[in-house]
């Protein structure tokens, strides 16, 4: 079975009618990867039939090769001709679905049915890339979904607008998706970086996003792997200070002080919550 995924810093994505290029997704170390039928497969019916039986002995290959990582497969989105279709490449041993472009909470029922009709129970990460589906992202965000992604590019498309390379004209659907994601109990994914090669663009973007709350990064390139773990994981000086934290509030209760000052901070829950979460996205024992 793939390899069960809570919080992925990274997720690399590959056509699904390249079995090259998915055979080597492993290599780059991603936390999570995604065989994708939508986007990188042309949108004909001949072309997505081309790729469906690529994609399901690929990812067979891939899981049993490689079974300490997560792997996904992207379909169509629910309300596409391709869609049913699609469904017949998923197993069990997946880590999950990625289903694109789903708008509202109908949409995710939709998706439910279908899976248990053929037998299987799957997580969903759920794409919001539409001006319905950020509008309705809190409803969206219901089980099956356990991870989101907001997508920029079909967005802006959707409302007709032009994308820039600040990210201005995203910035409050981007926001919206983090805020509902985090209300959800939900792993909010960031957007994808197209400047292929350009370390400095992807380090700029992904800082944004982590500034605005997403735990992730979608990734279009094996380069852009490393960059998303650097910037999405806890740093040293992050674990160091979530060490002295803890054992400060260790030594506090201890001592029978209920509030203590640490660096200069009044301590609250939320402070030794986020100091937890560091050591534990680190694998460190709490």
């Known amino acids: 079975m793939s390899a069960e995924v809570v919080r992925p810093r990274s997720v690399l994505f590959a056509p699904g009618n390249r079995a090259d290029l998915i055979a080597k997704l492993p290599r780059s170390q991603p936390d999570a990867v995604v065989i994708d039928l939508e986007d990188a497969v042309p949108a004909t019916t001949e072309a997505k039939a081309a790729a469906r039986p690529i994609a399901r002995d690929a990812a067979r290959d891939l899981i049993a090769a490689a079974p300490h990582l997560a792997v996904f497969v ?9 869609f049913e279709e699609d469904l017949t490449v998923l197993t069990p041993e997946l880590a999950g ?11 995710v029922r939709r998706v439910a049915g279908a899976l248990a009709a053929r037998g299987l129970d799957l997580p969903l990460l759920a794409g919001l890339e539409t001006g319905a ?20 590019e079909d967005y802006t498309t959707d409302l007709g607008g032009t994308r820039t390379p600040g990210n201005l004209e995203v910035l409050y659907a981007r926001s919206h998706v983090a805020l509902a994601a985090r209300l959800a109990g939900v792993h909010a994914l960031d957007i994808v970086v197209t400047r292929l090669n350009d370390e400095a663009a992807f380090r700029e973007d992904a800082g944004q996003g982590r500034a ?13 792997v490393a960059l998303a773990h650097d910037i999405f994981g ?4 992050d674990a160091e200070r979530a060490r002295r934290l803890l054992t400060a509030a260790h030594d506090a209760a201890r001592e029978g ?6 660096e200069g901070q ?21």
């Open 133 to 152: 589906g950020v509008w309705n992202a809190r409803d969206i965000m219901v089980p099956p979904v356990a991870w989101a992604y907001f997508g920029a």
């Open 266 to 286: 009044m301590v609250d829950e939320p402070m030794l919550a986020k100091a937890r979460a560091t050591l534990h996205a680190r694998g460190e024992p709490l």
């Open 257 to 262: 002080r209920g509030a203590f000052s640490f």
């Open 97 to 107: 679905v990625v289903v694109p472009k789903l708008e509202s909470a109908a949409d």
């Open 74 to 82: 992207r379909v169509n989105a629910p309300h596409s001709p391709f």
């Open 234 to 237: 806890p740093t040293d000086a």
């Open 212 to 224: 605005l709350g997403y735990g992730g990064k979608l990734c279009i390139h094996p380069a852009q």
